[in-house]
């Protein structure tokens, strides 16, 4: 049986792929064949990052800095990636930023940090894609939103506000191209371990309260999230475009 997971001689762009859950999704399509694009605001991490999958996989890596609040550095990001491989067929913007405090608290600037990255970056990357991907007839983009975008939750308003922009993005671009051969699909990770969340992970008091939000008792992984980057990058889920996939251990059963 052929492995249909397979992406070999695919060209993969993920923003916001040097570490967490972008970096589980690296390895993994590049497990798979693919040739990738890693970018995020330390071209030294997507640097370290793209040797270390060249020693083990016999792919093509691209490493770019980009700011996905810098509408220069998207369009930058997406020219060196068609000057290196004439083509992008999936991309993830999986790029995103956080301020956690009250609502009461927050100010303009936490406002437009979080919404200058998580949306309006988001937005020109799919567009960025969406002009290169109409002309070749097919493509696919990948959205990382979260369960916080579908379930309220307590000083993280602006970030779950975004998030759920994203959903909702998702479904009108996945509309309006679907036409051309361009899907896009959206994940909703909930709450997984990596190294971005350690500090807050080893405060036991808040840590079991948060578990007893999720029925299965447990944090997810990176590697959870990447197996449906896996799905939706393949061949297997070309019928299916607009969707939001929560991954969350049953977070929004409650």
Excluded at 78 to 106: L, S
Aim: include cysteine; hydrophobic fraction near 40%; charged fraction near 20%.
């Amino acid at each position: 049986m052929s492995n249909l997971l397979d992406l070999s001689g695919k060209v993969i762009l993920i923003a916001g792929g040097s570490r967490g859950i972008g970096a589980q999704m690296a390895w993994d399509y590049a497990e798979q064949g693919a040739n990738l694009i890693i970018s995020s605001r330390s071209l030294e991490a997507c640097v370290r990052l793209g040797e270390d999958i060249t020693t083990q996989y016999n792919v093509d890596v691209l490493p770019l800095r980009c700011d996905m609040a810098s509408l220069e550095d998207i369009k930058n990001m997406y020219a060196q990636t068609m000057e290196r491989f004439g083509k992008i067929d999936i991309i993830v913007n999986n790029a995103g930023v956080n301020r956690t405090k009250p609502a009461i608290e927050v100010t303009e600037d936490d406002f437009n940090f979080i919404f200058d990255v998580n949306i309006k970056g988001l937005f020109f990357s799919c567009q960025e894609a969406a002009k290169i991907m109409i002309d070749q007839g097919h493509g696919k983009i990948i959205n990382i939103s979260s369960v916080g975008g579908l379930k309220p939750y307590k000083r993280i308003a602006p970030y779950t506000a975004s998030k759920a922009a994203v959903i909702h993005l998702t479904k009108s671009l996945a509309s309006e191209w679907a036409r051309y051969g361009v899907i896009v699909n959206s994940i909703a990770p909930g709450l997984i371990s990596t190294e971005i969340n350690e500090e807050e992970f080893e405060n036991e008091k808040w840590l079991n309260k948060v578990m007893k939000t999720i029925p299965m008792r447990k944090l997810g992984d990176p590697k959870d999230i990447s197996n449906l980057g896996l799905y939706l990058a393949s061949e297997l889920s070309n019928y299916i475009t607009g969707q939001t996939f929560p991954i969350d251990g049953g977070t929004l059963t409650e």
